[in-house]
């Protein structure tokens, strides 16, 4: 076991929301009177988690609770967890941008932090002087950047440029020029957030590939907080997993992102009766409630991109012996039709024995399976239709229904971690064979 | 993980808690990032002469022009006495010096405000920033204090080759000139505690904000800029004096020009006020500056 390089304990960070500070001088100086008699703060409630959907019973916030963890020098980390889980919060106390208010964080070696690409530029200085100033502001010695200056030129790709003012960059440039500038610094312990967001593809795997050249080769230790799956499997071998400001898992990065996979809190994957927005209704049959479940865990709407969307629909049938086909179309959020389909022997690969069979007045429930290693790591809608046989004009219809994410796990990139093309990503065959 | 017991022992670079001791000013932590000062005030110096026409010459309008006017308003219209020096030489040394401890007051006491962003993103000292505030107005005050010194040789080869011109007032330079670089010292450490003190607050009360720019006019009129100390009434003197600039801008008026006199008292409050301000400013933007960010 090497050293630790970073080593946090019972680390909490609270926020207060709302209006604060100004105006409630009282409330101050009740606080300030408790801190004195070296009471707790009477205005942190103990206990009380961060969920942004459930309301808070106090004004306080506990972006992070109660956290504890080492990390080794020379790992490479990858921070998980949803919007709002404490992500960027974390990486802010570690690179002293606000204080923990419980708990501490001890450092071994110096730490960059770029959360932001571009922190400190100045439009009208050049490239030249915004490599300078740049890297002072993220910590580096004036020696140190000339040392690396010729490095940082050549990686950003901006000699031509060099001596422009940066606001005449192209904005691909400026973002180059300053992840470059980061990327060289001369620290121990390099904390990266979501800053490849921005960038081309190509930009995005040069980034990552210094990353990782940072990581395994210079012995450096990294912590980087992503969206981007893919990255994180290829660049992180541990990964931590936070969840409403909690520390759920710190483990091998696979691991973590199945267990990220499988805790989907969004719990939004069924609607029911009352709350289903049927656009068009029909006097011979009437939605119940619809469900999107995945194999492994019941009902979400966050699913694996190698696992099976099952879509439900629960339906009430009036009258006996209405004929009653149901049916979806599967849209990307820009509300165009992927797919239509429904249980037509010719035009599904199951048999549905009630396929076009008179029903009795009651209630039924019909799935379809979207598989797994089909759709891409994108946000996908569904609409849902009862079409009665012979009556087009009497269906119901519920639009936009149901809405799921498919999440990038890493398992089908382990070769491209670029930006994957398309609204689904199927596993076709392929094959290649010398002609000549 | 388990925790190797060899390395639980470990010393630290760098520990990073809820409360530091308040007398910790992570002055060390500051001079390990000098370099970037100097790039924040040649950042500042550059880009304020490529974004203007004139460039530098802005330095020297803006005295030229306050020297003009007070010389005709207080000096011409209200006929206010400055102590037998040229009216010239009598504003501008006023002006240039009122206005080097006003620019770091006013410029210091929005660095929160204006750095915001930044300040969000990448931690370096803060104590940087209003430091480079301070030195880039050093600069701007260096070539105001060239053409002071034009100004001030002029009416000295004058006074000696051509005193009748003069009506009587005099030019007379004498040791407490030596004081001058300690004076400005004085003004910026003063000027920079001050707006420390205003800069953290206003993260709490936004109010004092609009406060400074009006509060710094009025000041003027509370210091002995367009006027002499000795032509103070009795009645106001002492309120002048506790103010702080005064002693500072009596004394660097003396020594160049010899008019009015040099108060012992004034200047040594001036020099206590100016470190007990100064440090207080220091502490509480240090306290103010760790959690900060969470706040606006």
Redesign the interface.
């Known amino acids: 076991?090497g050293?630790?390089a970073i080593?946090v304990e019972n680390l909490s960070k609270a926020?207060?929301l709302g209006d604060?500070?100004?105006g409630t001088l009282s409330r101050d100086i009740e606080r300030k009177w408790a801190l004195l008699r070296g009471k707790e703060d009477p205005f942190l409630t103990v206990g009380e988690t961060n969920d942004r959907a459930t309301a808070g019973t106090s004004d306080i916030v506990w972006s992070l609770k109660d956290i504890n963890?080492?990390i080794q020098k020379g790992d490479a980390v990858g921070v998980i967890g949803r919007n709002g889980a404490g992500k960027s919060t974390l990486l802010?106390?570690?690179?002293?941008?606000?204080?923990?208010?419980?708990?501490?964080?001890?450092?071994?070696?110096?730490?960059a932090?770029l959360?932001?690409v571009g922190?400190?530029f100045?439009p009208?200085?050049t490239g030249r002087?915004n490599i300078?100033?740049n890297g002072?502001?993220?910590?580096?010695?004036?020696h140190e950047i000339k040392k690396h200056f010729d490095a940082i030129v050549d990686f950003a790709g901006v000699e031509r440029y060099i001596d422009t003012?940066v606001k005449r960059y192209s904005s691909g440039m400026y973002v180059r020029l300053a992840f470059a500038v980061a990327a060289h610094l001369e620290s121990e312990i390099l904390i990266v957030d979501e800053v490849l967001a921005v960038g081309d593809a190509e930009f995005q795997k040069k980034c990552l590939g210094k990353m990782g050249e940072v990581s395994k080769g210079e012995g450096r230790t990294v912590l980087f907080v992503s969206h981007n799956m893919a990255a994180i499997s290829n660049l992180c071998s541990k990964s931590i997993l936070l969840k409403h400001g909690q520390l759920q898992t710190?483990d091998f990065t696979h691991t973590v992102i199945d267990k990220y996979i499988r805790t989907g809190e969004n719990s939004d994957g069924q609607v029911n009766k009352d709350d289903i927005i049927v656009k068009q209704h029909s006097t011979k049959a009437g939605f119940h409630a619809l469900r999107l479940l995945s194999p492994a865990k019941g009902i979400t709407a966050d699913f694996g991109i190698n696992e099976d969307v099952i879509v439900e629909i629960e339906y009430d049938v009036y009258h006996d012996g209405a004929i009653v086909q149901p049916s979806i179309h599967l849209l990307d959020t820009l509300d165009t039709v992927i797919f239509a389909t429904f249980s037509a022997p010719s035009a599904s690969s199951t048999v549905d024995q009630f396929y076009k069979v008179p029903l009795q007045k009651g209630r039924y429930k019909s799935t379809c399976v979207i598989p797994g290693n089909y759709l891409n790591d994108k946000n996908y809608k569904i609409n849902a239709f009862l079409v009665p046989e012979g009556d087009m004009a009497n269906m119901a219809i519920a639009e936009n229904v149901l809405a799921f994410t498919v999440i990038e796990t890493g398992n089908m990139r382990k070769e491209y971690t670029g930006e994957w093309w398309g609204v689904v990503r199927p596993k076709l065959a392929w094959q290649t064979e010398q002609v000549l | 993980m388990v925790i190797d017991p060899s390395t639980s022992n470990q010393e630290w670079d760098l520990e990073i808690k809820p409360h530091d001791s308040v007398l910790n000013l992570h002055l060390k932590d500051v001079w390990n990032y000098r370099d970037l000062l100097w790039l924040l005030v040649r950042r500042d110096f550059v880009s304020f002469y490529k974004q203007t026409v004139l460039g530098p010459l802005w330095f020297f309008i803006q005295p030229i022009f306050t020297t003009i006017v007070f010389t005709f308003v207080f000096g011409g219209l209200a006929k206010i006495g400055t102590s037998h020096v040229p009216h010239a030489l009598f504003y501008m040394a006023g002006t240039i010096a009122w206005n080097y401890f006003a620019d770091c007051l006013t410029k210091t006491s929005t660095v929160f405000k204006d750095n915001a962003n930044i300040f969000g993103k990448v931690y370096f000292p803060r104590l940087i920033m209003p430091l480079s505030i301070v030195f880039s107005n050093l600069v701007k005050f260096g070539v105001q204090f060239l053409l002071f010194l034009i100004v001030f040789f002029y009416f000295l080869f004058k006074y000696h080759y051509a005193p009748a011109e003069l009506n009587g007032d005099k030019v007379e330079p004498n040791l407490f000139l030596l004081l001058f670089p300690v004076l400005i010292a004085l003004m910026a450490i003063l000027g920079l505690g001050l707006g420390l003190i205003i800069t953290a607050l206003t993260t709490k009360y936004r109010d004092l904000a609009f406060v400074v720019t009006f509060g710094m006019q009025l000041m003027m009129y509370a210091t002995p800029v367009i006027y002499p100390l000795s032509e103070a009434s009795e009645k106001y003197r002492p309120f002048i004096k506790a103010n702080p600039m005064t002693g500072l801008i009596e004394t660097f008026r003396y020594g160049f020009t010899g008019g009015g006199q040099f108060y012992l008292d004034s200047f040594l409050y001036s020099v206590v006020a100016c470190f007990v301000l100064f440090f207080l400013g220091l502490v509480i933007f240090n306290k103010v500056e760790k959690d900060f960010v969470d706040t606006v």
């Open positions: 076991m050293d630790i080593k926020y207060q604060f500070g100004t963890f080492d802010k106390v570690l690179s002293r941008v606000t204080v923990p208010t419980r708990g501490s964080v001890k450092i071994m070696g110096r730490v932090s959360l932001e922190t400190g100045h009208e200085l002087e300078f100033l002072a502001i993220l910590g580096m010695r004036k003012p710190l």
